[in-house]
């Protein structure tokens, strides 16, 4: 998957990022209807996706590989449990429509919104994270930066070209009478797999 983002940490003072600003990421985040789950190992990573599988359902992935999805083994994992994955361009612009999860990287998190931001420079990485009703992403615990401002100093300093995300909850309406809709324009749930175990890449 092309990315055209730059090492960011570079661009921040230690303060400025890291594990201790993942409870507030964590708490946001819930609060606006992400699903949080923060595990130590990529052993355990695995076992919440085998957990999540059990409990869907699932039938049919898309993926757009990132270092931790690929350290821990999650296509494999999938396929064990008759899970169908599609992660090559072609088959994931193909079968991203009718798949039951679409699985991708973030960059980092931001502790005063709760939201994931990623290189979504591939159209893989936008059709997986837009399309299937759900989307898991993963992501390292200390990739956290404070806030917005943060976010923004590090696209200003580090950001080539191309296309970002900031991703805020599942996709949520109320333009209809002023009816709160969830899911209508892209996934219903989002759940974010946080690991502590570091992996060289991060989670994108």
Excluded at 45 to 52: F, H, K, P, Q, T
């Amino acid at each position: 998957m092309e990315k055209t983002f730059a090492a960011w940490k570079s661009h921040l003072p230690a303060e400025k990022f890291g594990i201790h600003l993942f409870p507030e990421f964590e708490t946001r985040a819930q609060e606006v209807s992400s699903e949080v789950f923060r595990v130590k190992t990529l052993v355990e990573m695995g076992g919440v996706i085998s957990n999540l599988i059990k409990t869907e359902h699932v039938g049919k992935a898309v993926a757009v590989d990132c270092p931790l999805q690929q350290a821990g083994g999650i296509s494999d994992i999938l396929i064990s449990h008759g899970v169908e994955v599609y992660s090559k361009a072609a088959d994931v612009r193909f079968h991203a429509e009718t798949a039951d999860i679409g699985i991708s990287g973030a960059e980092f998190g931001i502790a005063e919104t709760g939201s994931i931001f990623m290189d979504s420079f591939s159209a893989e990485s936008r059709l997986v994270s837009g399309l299937p009703p759900m989307h898991i992403v993963f992501i390292n615990s200390g990739n956290i930066v404070s806030g917005i401002d943060d976010a923004m100093e590090i696209i200003a300093a580090s950001f080539d070209r191309g296309y970002i995300s900031f991703i805020t909850g599942p996709s949520r309406t109320a333009d209809i009478e002023r009816v709160l809709a969830i899911g209508v324009h892209g996934p219903g749930r989002l759940v974010i797999i946080a690991v502590d175990e570091e992996v060289d890449g991060g989670g994108a």
